[in-house]
């Protein structure tokens, strides 16, 4: 039996839920209060109240909470959501990080607008495609060797002479870079597990998972 929610397997304080939908998940499942971006794969980072306020999702990737009640939310259908929060319970986010996004720095953006030490902030990657699944281009590679040479070490060349970029890999990269060490989840590939997730490269207008993280 598929479940609708994957809970979020890291070491969060009790005033934290977060997880992440499959695609047999009901509405009901999402905690109260949540919206919407218009998720544009960029870098851009706003807040929970700002998203509130709004009366049209606000162009952005990432959003973060620090109040009772926040709650922070992205979709996503292959590409990477990244849930946070603080290790004392009182600041949260969620970035959708698709490649476009992580070599634009949308992880490390989210990081500075916690406004928290790094070295006290958890991170959960809910499920994305997997480095065996995702085939791209050399100007994919490109893009994140141009910003750190150790990015190589996520991409294998395939018979076709492209390239499997492991997306989980280069999140970790880039959170390590920036302080962040407690990092979880990451294990599962959309576009292989048909059952449980959507994938946008098998069928791109099925639907969406929605990644979520909030405070009680």
Not at 41 to 61: C, F, I, N
Not at 116 to 128: E, H, R, S, V
Not at 175 to 184: F, H, S, T
Request: aromatic letters at 10%; charged letters at 20%; a negative charge.
């Amino acid at each position: 039996m598929i479940e609708q929610l994957i809970r979020a397997d890291w070491p969060a304080p009790a005033n934290v839920v977060a997880g992440t939908t499959t695609r047999l998940a009901a509405e009901e499942v999402l905690p109260p209060g949540t919206r919407f971006l218009n998720q544009v794969h960029g870098a851009t980072v706003v807040s929970s109240v700002s998203v509130r306020d709004s009366e049209q999702p606000l162009d952005a990737d990432a959003v973060t909470g620090s109040a009772p009640g926040d709650v922070c939310a992205v979709r996503t259908a292959d590409c990477l959501p990244v849930l946070f929060c603080s290790a004392a319970g009182d600041s949260i986010a969620a970035a959708h990080a698709g490649w476009r996004g992580l070599a634009a720095g949308v992880l490390e953006n989210t990081v500075a607008a916690m406004k928290y030490p790094a070295d006290g902030l958890i991170a959960w990657f809910g499920p994305a495609i997997s480095q065996a699944s995702f085939e791209v281009g050399e100007e994919v590679r490109e893009a994140f060797i141009a910003h750190d040479g150790a990015a190589a070490s996520c991409f294998e060349q395939n018979a076709r002479g492209r390239w499997q970029a492991d997306l989980y890999g280069l999140a970790r990269q880039r959170l390590y870079k920036c302080g962040v060490e407690a990092i979880y989840g990451g294990e599962w590939c959309t576009w292989a597990d048909e059952d449980r997730f959507f994938s946008y490269r098998r069928a791109a207008d099925k639907g969406r998972m929605v990644s979520f993280v909030a405070l009680k």
